[in-house]
C-alpha cells in the first residue's frame, strides 16, 4: 500500500512526530534529508513557503515574506517539515531581507548537495516599497553550473503587479 | 458524421462504459491507449488534473494535488477515461509527493512510448508548505531529448503566487 | 473614408450577408479569403474561438473548447465570418479533441497556404479531466519551419491553473 | 505564554496526537469539543475545507468538493483536527452532494448544540455541471431561529463565475 | 458504505447508464427525480451549467450562455445527469434568451414542484452587447411566495464586470 | 424547431437584416421592441454594453464607458440590435455622462413603459479621476416604484476597485 | 450635436482650459459647480480617485490613498476637473487618514448642498497595517438622512482581501 | 500646512519615535490612543493586519492570519503604531484563533470605549482546513447595540473562494 | 524644478494646449515629436491604449480594440498627445483590424524612425470570435532588425484567457 | 541573535532614524549603501516601488508611477529607506516619463556601481494613454553588459492588460 518501505524513510525522524521542539534562534542543524529513489533523471522540486518571518537587524521589527525554493536532488533530498522548524527558527532572528536569502540556499546546498538550487524571497513593503531577492546556485563541473547562469541571466523579465494593498 | 470509425477506436473499452470498475490500490494495468492518427507532424496534448489525492506514506494522512500532464504522441496516445481510473488508483497508496510524479511519468512512457513527457504536480500545503515537484523526459536517440533537458533547465522561472488561502 | 477598396474585398461574400447559411455538418467548403494588403513584413494574426463545440465520437456527448488560432499570412488571409460558420460545422459531428484541432489546422492550411499557423484547444473536463492539444505548421523551405520546431519545442512550459469551477 | 491552561483544553486528544488514526467510512465519533470561553457575546466561526472528498452512490466514482461550514457556538466548539477526521471518513463512503452537506450538519448539531450553523458544499462538475447544495439551521426558540430562516431567504443572490476550467 | 439504499435512488435511470440517448430538439420528457431525504428543512441546490447553446430564433445562428439554476426542493429533486440532458435538447433549438430561461423555469416546477428556484442566464455578446435574463418563483400559499418577490426586488445591485474579452 | 412564430416576432426589423444603416448622430427613433411573452411573473433582463462611446460637450475629446441596462419588462421589450444602433448614435453627441445614463433611461422608459430599470455607466479616467453614474425608475402606481427608491438607498456599497490601470 | 447649451455649462471655468494653475495648499476655494439637469429623480455619481496623496501630520512622509466618492446631487453638482484640483491641494498637506476623508466630505457638502455624499479613503499601509476610513451624511429633514444612517450600519460587511503586496 | 496641532496630537507617542520597544509577550499596556476631532457623525476606520502571527497553545507552532479591524469612534481613536506594536505582542504568545480575535476586540473596547467594533480573523490552514472567527460588539444602550447584532445576523453569506494555495 | 528646458521641449504644441482639434478623419498629419535625451542607451517606451475605435469597411459598425505600441527611440520620440489626437482619427475610419495595426506602424516609422517598434490590436468579438493581430519593425542594417524577427517568431506563445464576457 | 554587525551595518544612518528630513526637490545625495556581504556569488535584488509620483514639466499637474528596480549587486547595495527619501524627491520635480527612468538608473550606477540594473516605470492614463518606459544596463567588460542587451531585446513579450479602470 505504501510506495516507500522503512529503509527509504530513514533520516526522517520529525514528519509525524508529536513532541516537536520549536528552535528559539537560527538552527540549521534541524534539517533532515532522504534519499532521492529516481536519481537517473533530474527534476524540480519546488516549496511554495508563504508564512516566512524574520526581524530587521537594525530596528527589530518583524518582517513577512513569500519564500520559493526550488531544487534539483543529487542523491538525497530535503524533508519538508525538518524545512519547516529550520525556516521557523528566523523567526525570532535578525537579518536583512538581501542575507536571509543567500543563508538559506548555503545551508541547503551544505545538506543536500544538490545540483541546482534556487530562493526567492518576496517581503511585504516598508515605507512603501518592497523587496524581493533571488539567488541560485549550479554544481560546479555539472551541466547545472551554466544553466545556473542562465537561469540568473533570465531572471524575473515580467515582475508581478504589486499595489501594496 | 464522425471523424473516427471503429477500427480506429480499436483499444478503447472503457470511454461509455457503464460497468466502470474502481480500483482499490495503484493499478497501471487500467491504462488504455488508441492509435494516432496525425503520426507525419509532432503535436502536444495536455491533461489537466486538478482531482488528484493519495495518502502519505508515514502518517496516512490524504494529499491533495492538481497534476499536469502534456505530452508529444508517437504512435498511440493514452485514453482520457482510463487516465481517470489510473489517477484514481492513488486514492489508497501511500507515497511522498516527489515519488507520484515520477512512478505515472514512467507508467505512461512504459504504455505509450511517448516522444516527450512531463508531469507536474502541485500539491496543498502540510505545516504551511507545499512542494511541486516536476519531472520530464525526451526519447532516447530523438531530438526531444535535448528539447527534454532545455525544457528542464528553463522550468518555472515564475513561480505562480501562493498564499495558503 | 474607408481603406479598403472593391477589389481589395474581393472573395469576401459572408460578411455583412444577411442571408447566412448555418452548415449541418462539417464544411470546410465555407472558409473565404482575402487579399493581404502587407506582404513585406512578416506578422500574426491570432483568433480567439471560445464558443467551439462538437461531439463525442463514442457517446455523442457534446464538448465545449476555447480554440485559439494564429497564422503567419502568406498572399491571402481568413476571412473571420467565414471562419466562424466552418468552426460553426463541427456543432454536429465527431471527433475527438486531438482530432479537432489537427483537422482544423490542416484546413487552414490548405486554404491559405500561410508561412505558419498554430491551433490551440482547451476543453472542458470530462470525468475530472480536461484535454488541451496543440499543433502547429511552418511553411517547407522557409525559416518558418524551423521556428515552428521552435515553438513546439517550448511549448506551453507554464501550464494555466485549473481547478474545474 | 499560553491563553488556554490544561482544564481549558479539556476534551482534545486528537490536536498534536501522533498516533492518528484515519477511519476507513463515515466516522462521526471522532468529532471533539473545547469550551468556549466566550459564551457572553455571540460570535461566528467559518471552517474552509477545499480538500472534501466522497464518493458516488451509484457509479462509484469519486467527487471533490470545497466544504464551508460557519457556525455560533453556544457552550462547546469543534476542534479542527478532529473536524478533519471526521471529513476524512467520507472519503470512501458513497452519497449524493446534497446528502452529505445535510448529514455534516446535522452531526455537528448533535455535537455542539450550536446557537447556528450552515454548511456549504461546492463539488467539481459531472458531464459539464456542478452542485453547490446549502443548509442551514438555527437553533428552535431563540433569536437565531429567525436568522437562519433570513439566511436562507437571503442565499446565494450572486452566484461565482464558474466556467468549469 | 452507501448512504443512499435502492428504493432511495428510484426514479433515477440515466445517472450511470451506457446507452444514453442525445435528444435532437427540446425534450422536457427527459427530466427525471429522486425523492429528498431532507424535507424537514429548507435549503438550497444550485446547478452551475457554463455549457448551454441554443440558436437564434431568427437567424439560426448558435447562442452561448452559462446558467445558474437554484432552488429549494419540496418533495422531489431533479437528478443531475437527467438536467444535462435536457439542457442539451436546446443545442438545436431556436428561442430568444428572455425566453430560454423562463422556459427551462416553468419545466423544472411542473417536474419538481419546488417551494422556490430561479434561472440566471449570462450569455456572450452579439454586436457587442450581451444578455443576462433572470426569473425567479416562489411556491404560492408559502413563505417562499415572498422571498421570490424579495429576491427579485433585490436582484444583481453588483452587475460583474465585462470587457467583451 | 424555433419557440417563437412570425407575430410574436412583430416589430423586429433590424436583427439578421443586412443593410444597416449606422445613425450620424442621438437617433432614439432607431429603438425597437418585441412582445414580452412572460407578462404573468416579474423577470429581470440586463444588457452588458461595454462599447459605449460619446464626446465631451466642452472640449470634443472622446469618452467611453461599459453601461450597465437592467429592467423588468411590462408588455413590449427592447430589441438588443436596435438598442446597439441607438447606443451608437452617442458616438459623435457631446454630453456629459451624468446625462448621458439619464438621457438613456428616460429613452427606454418611453418606448417600452417598463416596470423599473436601471442604467449604470463606469467611465474611464480623465486626469486620474473616472466618473460611475447610476440612475433608476420604478413605475409609478406599482409596487416597483417603492423598489427602486430601495434600490437607490443601498446602490454600491461596495465599489469596485480602480486603479486606472 | 452637443446637449448642454453654454447657459447649462455656466460656473464651469477649469475644464479644457489651458493655464490651470496647481495650488500649494488645501484649496477648497478650487472647487466648482454645474447645474443638475435632472432634478426630478434622485441618482447616484461616483467619483473614483486613485491618485490621491497627502503627508503624515506627525512625520512628514508621503501617503497614498484610493478614494471613493458617492454623492446625491440636489440642485447643483461637482465638477471633476476642479474636483482633481481640489484633491491635489492635499499633495503638501498634512493631516491624518481619518482627517482627510471627513474634511473633503465637509467641503463638498458646504460646496453642492447634496441630499447624499459618502467619502471611502483606502490608504496603503505603514508598519504592516493600512487604513481604511469611511463617513457618510444625508441631507437633515429628507428621507436621505435614514438612508445615511442605515448605509453606515451596513458598511462594508465583506473587507477586501489584503496582503500588502 | 498640518490640520492636527500639537494639542490634538496627544497621547501619541509611538508614531515617529525612533527607539521603539518590541514585547515579548502579550502587551496590551502598549496601546495609544489621540482624540476624535469629528464625533459628530458617525463614521468607519478599518484596519488591514495582513501580517499577524500567534503560536498554537498545544503545539506551540506558529499561526498566521490577516486580522480585519473596524470600529467607530467615540472620544477617543487607537493610534495605528501602537496597534502595531501590540499585534506584534501575539508573535509568541500561544492562544486559539478563536480565543485571540475575542481578546483584542475586548482589550480596544477597553481602550476606546468605541460605540461599535468588529475583529475578523482569517488564518491560514493546518491540515487542509483554516479557519476564520468573527465577533463584534455594539456599545450597550445605543443603537449600535442593534446594528451590532443586524451585522452579526447578515455576517459572511458569501465566503471568499479558498483552495489552499 | 523641470529637467526639460524649452529647448528640450521643443517641436511639442499639442500637449496643455487648450484649442484641441479633434480630427475628422484618418489624420497621420498630427503626430508630433521632441528629442531623445538619452541617446546613448537603447530603451523601451510602450503606449497603452484602451481606447481605440474604427469602423468596419463593409459594414460601418464600429469596431474596439486595445493597443499596445512599442518602440526603442532612435533621435525623436512621439508625444503621447499627439499621438491620442492621431489614434481619435480612426474614429470614423473604415479598416480591417490586419490593416489598422499595419498602417499605425508605418507612420510611427516614418515619423520617429525608431530602432525597433511593435504594435498589437486586441479588438473586441463579432460573431464569438475576436482578432489579435501583431506587426512589428527593425531598423535595417542595426541588430535591431534581427533582434525583430526573433520577436515575431517568439510572439504570443501563452494566449491571453478569453471567454467574450 | 542579528546576523549583522555593527560594522557591517556601516554607512546606513536614515533606517531607524526619526528625524528623519524629506527633501523638497531631486535629490540624489540621500541615497545610501551597505556592503554586500554575498559577493562570490550574482544574485537579483528588487524594489517594488508602487508609490512614485512627480510633476508634468509642461502642465505641472501630477504623474503616478509604479516602478520596478531590479539589479545585480558588486560591493555595495543601496539602502531601502534612502531609496524611499530619494525616490520621494521627484514629488515636487517636473520630467517626462520617460526622463524620470533613465535619471533613476543613473543615479544608482553611480551610487553603486552595480553588475546589472533595469528601471521599469509603469504610469497611470493621461487622455486615455499610459506610458511604460523601461531602460537598462550591464557593466562593461562585465558578461553582464551582453545580458543586459538580451533581456532588452526580449523585453515585455507579454503586455499586462490594461482598460484605465
Ligand atoms: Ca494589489
Ligand atoms: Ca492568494
Ligand atoms: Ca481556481
Ligand atoms: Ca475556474
Ligand atoms: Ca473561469
Ligand atoms: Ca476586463
Ligand atoms: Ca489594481
Ligand atoms: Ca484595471
Ligand atoms: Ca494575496
Ligand atoms: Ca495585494
Ligand atoms: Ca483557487
Ligand atoms: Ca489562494
Ligand atoms: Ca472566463
Ligand atoms: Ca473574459
Ligand atoms: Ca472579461
Ligand atoms: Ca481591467
Redesign the interface.
Known amino acids: ?4 518501505n522503512t529503509e527509504e ?1 530513514n533520516g ?1 525522524t520529525q ?6 521542539r ?1 528552535p528559539d ?2 538552527a540549521p542543524e534541524m534539517l533532515e534529508t ?1 534519499i ?3 536519481p537517473e ?11 516566512f ?1 524574520s ?1 530587521c ?6 518582517d ?1 515574506a ?1 519564500l ?1 525554493i ?1 531544487y ?2 543529487s542523491e538525497r ?1 530535503v524533508e ?2 525538518s ?2 522548524l529550520y ?2 527558527s528566523f ?6 531581507h ?2 536571509c ?3 538559506i540556499m548555503k545551508d541547503l546546498i551544505r545538506l543536500m548537495d544538490p545540483k541546482y538550487i534556487e530562493v ?1 524571497g ?1 517581503f ?14 549550479g554544481k560546479k563541473g555539472t551541466r547545472w553550473e551554466e ?1 545556473a547562469f ?16
Not at 514528519?15 to 516537536?20: K, M
Open positions: 500500500m505504501s510506495g516507500r524513510l526522517v514528519l509525524g512526530n508529536q513532541g516537536t520549536y534562534d537560527y532522504f532521492n529513489k529516481h533523471n533530474d527534476y524540480f522540486v519546488k516549496f511554495n513557503c508563504p508564512e518571518t526581524l537587524p537594525m530596528t527589530g521589527q518583524p513577512f513569500t520559493y526550488s534539483v536532488p533530498m519538508s517539515k524545512l519547516k525556516l521557523f523567526r525570532n532572528h535578525g537579518d536583512f538581501e542575507d536569502v543567500n543563508i526567492w518576496k511585504t513593503p516598508r515605507g512603501g516599497i518592497s523587496i524581493d531577492p533571488y539567488c541560485n546556485y544553466i542562465n537561469r540568473l541571466a533570465g531572471h524575473d523579465m515580467y515582475p508581478e503587479k504589486v499595489d501594496n494593498r
